[in-house]
């Protein structure tokens, strides 16, 4: 009866716990996890007569070597058995042990040897009795003697592999339990939670679900119940190459042809085979806020200002290379977002109201609210643009904006106002307004920018609805003599303006006109005062070759008696030329060179002169520079000397020289004769063409001949 007795308080206890949980956290990353407790086994007897509680250890502690358990006792008995169960077997050492009993003790169950007891975690029931009555306490300790709790080891495939598709990690699991709980981890993300036992087993990875490139994965297991807890932690890393390509690039958000604005965020994917990657953003076809710039892999954002960007739908060009390490790789991925930063402006028309009289230069008061950096005004009359409001950048805001209306004629005019923005969105206003002038001026004898001299005839077309008006006239803001306050006409009126009283250049010329009741017209226009100009150069020397230190003279026409001279031979200056003054009232200027400073070749001379006023005129002309140079003389006076001293030396040794006097008298005739054939008549023109290829040519057939001759005629002198 004991024995069946004691099976039964083990089933009862068993059927009590039997699919219990717990849960608990993962220290190391805080992501909740389960473990089911299926091993606990616990006993099943509660007397009323006997209780009993846990007091140490506490349920579930880790134990090794030899460990107590306490207990807090009441029993209406004085005498108790006490049975000690381990794993469904009754330890040695408590099997029907008597012991005291009273209302209250404390009981201490010690001296229990683990090393005798397997490792892992074991299920310890204490069982008290007295006859029919019984109680259990079932506790849970995890006995570990050894120091081992799991260990882990890879088999399939190698870390730092390459994977694609579906793949089994392949593991072989060591543990003192039979069940762990492993959550997977790719990239610090949760990709599975599962639990497994001990020995081979295989997680399963669906890799087209991860992103491209190397993917950090971490094995964790642990073992968490009650107050035992271990685990053990496994990195590894594997190339995920779904597509066969080193870089692949998807994003999150925002979606595709969605809409845009500001400062957004864009959600990127970026699977590759290295990092950093070089990123730059086109947003149609231009570099925009990203050139060449380090960005990671990976989950990236990337913040992209649109505010500068053209409204409407754009194309975003992302564009992804490396290089780094020799490995030519890149990548583009194409989006198109509509851009859309602005509202559309408004504007109200504060100031003049309607049917208003104006006159002259009139303010519109405008109130333009605009959220675009671009924004224009268009202000017409009778529907064509005024000159002051065309296209013209402004800024929001309650402002004046004024317009000439006396360029118009008396009445009613029709008013618009536009204002847009750089996306050519826009508001509008109108009025209708009575214009009303006085007097009128233009200038109709000159246009903008032309050039006057000496004493110009001012002719001045006057409106006006009176018999006259006054006039005043100004140079560059101040009054001009003989011109202030006279009176003009209706019509055509002709006024004299002596300019040689100004300086040269541009002036503005301003003409103040009034009426009898103080209405005034201002009209201005920019001339140009040019009364002397720049001077007028020709070369007057007229030879082509010159020798020596050259004269060289240059008729010059101008109205300033001196003038500025610079002299250049080919571009180089002539230091004694080099900026100086010099007089040209006789209407020419001479200068010298000394042309053996230069080779013989030709030379372009180039002269500059410039006014007081800085106008300046040049004239350029080739010349050739002629010289007898030393290595020329001491050629000729070389071949001269060969020439006579050959039949010198052949007169000593008693031949005639008659046949060589002459024939050397028909070689000078025949070169001479040449040379005036060829136009070689002066003495530079001779000394252009010698040089040292006719010295030697001329000079070694007169020597030649000299040589020559003597055996040819043989005549012994007398």
Do not use: C
Not at 208 to 218: A, R, V
Not at 411 to 423: D, L, N, P, S
Not at 529 to 534: F, L, P, R, S, V
Not at 554 to 572: K, N, P
């Amino acid at each position: 009866m004991r024995k069946t007795s004691r099976l039964l308080a083990l089933m009862f206890v068993a059927f009590m716990i039997l699919g219990s949980t717990q849960v608990q956290t993962i220290t190391d990353t805080n992501q909740p996890m389960s473990t089911q407790l299926d091993i606990l086994s616990p006993a099943g007897y509660d007397s009323p007569n006997i209780t009993a509680s846990l007091v140490s250890l506490a349920n579930g502690s880790t134990v090794s070597g030899t460990f107590d358990i306490t207990l807090n006792m009441t029993s209406d008995f004085a005498t108790l058995n006490l049975t000690l169960f381990v794993e469904g077997a009754i330890y040695p050492a408590y099997n029907d042990t008597p012991i005291a009993a009273s209302t209250s003790w404390i009981e201490v169950i010690s001296s229990i040897d683990s090393t005798t007891l397997s490792e892992g975690m074991l299920n310890f029931t204490v069982l008290f009795e007295n006859l029919a009555e019984k109680e259990t306490v079932y506790l849970l300790y995890y006995v570990d003697n050894d120091a081992f709790d799991l260990g882990v080891a890879l088999y399939t495939p190698a870390n730092g592999s390459e994977i694609s598709g579906l793949v089994s990690i392949d593991l072989n699991v060591t543990a003192d339990v039979n069940i762990l709980n492993l959550t997977v981890f790719v990239d610090g993300v949760i990709y599975s939670s599962e639990f497994v036992g001990t020995g081979d087993i295989s997680v399963i990875v669906d890799t087209s679900t991860l992103i491209e490139g190397y993917d950090n994965f971490t094995l964790f297991f642990q073992y968490d119940v009650l107050a035992t807890y271990f685990a053990y932690i496994m990195h590894l890393v594997y190339l995920v190459d779904n597509d066969g390509v080193p870089i692949t690039i998807d994003h999150q958000s925002p979606a595709n042809q969605t809409e845009v604005s500001g400062v957004f965020d864009l959600y990127l994917e970026i699977g590759s085979e290295y990092e950093p990657l070089e990123f730059t953003l086109f947003i149609d076809g231009a570099i925009h806020q990203y050139n060449k710039s380090s960005l990671g892999i990976k989950s990236q954002i990337v913040s992209i200002n649109t505010t500068e960007v053209l409204e409407g739908l754009r194309t975003f060009t992302l564009y992804f290379y490396y290089n780094v390490t020799g490995e030519d790789a890149s990548a583009t991925y194409i989006l198109v977002f509509s851009v859309n930063n602005h509202d559309a402006p408004t504007i109200v028309l504060l100031a003049p109201t309607e049917d208003s009289t104006i006159t002259g230069l009139t303010d519109l008061w405008l109130n333009i609210t605009n959220t675009h950096p671009n924004l224009f005004l268009n202000v017409t009359v009778d529907g064509v643009n005024t000159e002051e409001f065309n296209g013209t950048a402004i800024s929001g805001g309650a402002f004046n904006y004024t317009f000439n209306s006396s360029k118009y004629e008396n009445g009613h005019h029709h008013i618009a106002i536009i204002t847009y923005t750089g996306e050519n969105v826009s508001a509008s206003t109108e009025i209708t307004l009575v214009f009303l002038d006085h007097v009128r001026v233009w200038i109709s004898s000159f246009s903008s920018y032309e050039i006057i001299s000496g004493v110009e005839e001012f002719r001045l077309r006057v409106e006006t609805a009176y018999d006259n008006a006054t006039a005043s006239f100004y140079i560059d803001g101040d009054p001009i003599s003989g011109l202030q306050n006279v009176i003009i006409y209706p019509g055509r009126n002709i006024f004299s303006f002596n300019t040689t009283l100004y300086t040269e250049g541009e002036h503005v010329i301003m003409i103040l006109a009034s009426d009898g009741f103080g209405h005034e017209w201002r009209t201005s226009m920019i001339l140009i005062i040019d009364n002397k100009g720049a001077p007028s150069l020709r070369y007057a020397t007229t030879d082509a070759v010159v020798i020596g230190v050259a004269a060289f003279t240059i008729t010059v026409d101008s109205v300033w008696d001196e003038l500025v001279v610079e002299i250049f031979v080919d571009d180089e200056i002539v230091p004694t030329y080099n900026n100086i003054t010099v007089d040209v009232s006789s209407g020419s200027f001479t200068f010298t060179i000394d042309v053996s400073a230069y080779g013989k070749t030709e030379h372009k001379v180039r002269v500059v002169m410039t006014t007081p006023e800085g106008d300046t005129a040049e004239v350029e002309r080739a010349f050739g520079f002629a010289s007898l140079r030393v290595e020329e003389i001491v050629s000729l006076g070389i071949l001269v000397g060969l020439a006579l001293i050959i039949p010198l030396f052949r007169k000593k040794q008693g031949y005639s020289i008659k046949t060589v006097v002459l024939i050397d008298a028909v070689f000078a005739i025949v070169v001479v004769g040449a040379f005036l054939v060829l136009g070689i008549s002066t003495i530079p023109f001779l000394l252009w063409h010698v040089n040292m290829a006719s010295i030697w040519a001329i000079g070694g057939a007169l020597v030649f001949t000299n040589w020559a001759i003597p055996f040819i005629v043989e005549e012994p002198e007398e």
